[in-house]
């Protein structure tokens, strides 16, 4: 039976979801073909029903949860369920139209992470941005864009960092090279305010943050920044998020996640230790 963990969003829902009818057909040594004709489609889509990368029609999981042989009407109800509340709109809903399709599936994943472990190259983490700093960062990147756009795109980012406050907020640790946090976008006195505000954050238990010094050199994350989510259910695999120019990769494959896990363990070795972090904000505050 599927347990539903609290303050689980609708993406991790569905992929939930899709992994129980997945477990399901497999059991009975149904194929995606055979499941596709019984619910009138086709075998692809009956593959991205089961990896959560759509929504789910009531009707369509109940015919197929009878065709899995699935009569208890205890489950039928659990499943059913998990299939309204899969395809509520998460609270990025209203925004979006300035959200591509691909990021919002990582607010999705994002929101119901248990922990979250990123590295990051150009900027400081958006979960880690002050207001002012965040529209420096979008104003650079939204070329022609309107003011009320950029106010909403700000507005967005800041909405996102709720998910660090509260009982059930993720871990969240950032390995920030050092490159980022001397580059002064926006100016010397916003870069001070935000180099300030994470000196602030180390304070909350459920923050660290790890400096990649120059003074290291070469170092195994040379390709760019990255994300690894881990989910509180033992149904949702870990996760690495690679954002690029205009889409994202999203790793799951047991042997990807484990090689950009044994970079960011090596990558946290060598930064700088908690206590080390916040003297060095200090002289990099300093220095501006």
Known sequence: MIQIQPGSG???????????????RENK?????????????SESKISRMELGRVGFKGRDVSDLLS???????????VVMDLVEKANEPGWWHRFSDLLPSW??????????????RTYEVQFV?????TKEYARAVITAGAVGAAPEEISRRVDLRLERQRVLDGDSSPRFWAVIDEAALRRPIGGVEVMRG?????IDLMNQPNITIQVMPFSYG???AEGGAFSILRFGDPELPDIVYVEQLASALYLDKR????RYSEVMERLCAVSTTPMETVDLLRQIMTDL
Do not use: N, W
């Not at 042997?255 to 484990?258: K, L, Q, S, T």
């Open 10 to 24: 609708p993406t991790a829902l569905r992929i939930l979801l899709g992994s129980q009818l997945r477990r399901l």
């Open 29 to 41: 040594g149904i194929t995606r073909d055979e499941a596709g004709q019984t619910i009138r489609c």
């Open 67 to 77: 065709l899995y042989g699935v009569e208890d009407e205890e489950t039928r109800t």
């Open 103 to 116: 990021f919002q599936a990582y607010v999705g994943l994002e929101e119901a992470a248990q922990r979250i």
């Open 125 to 129: 983490p958006g979960l880690l941005q």
């Open 194 to 198: 935000q180099i300030q505000h994470l």
């Open 218 to 220: 070469g170092h195994a």
């Open 255 to 258: 042997d990807e996640v484990d």
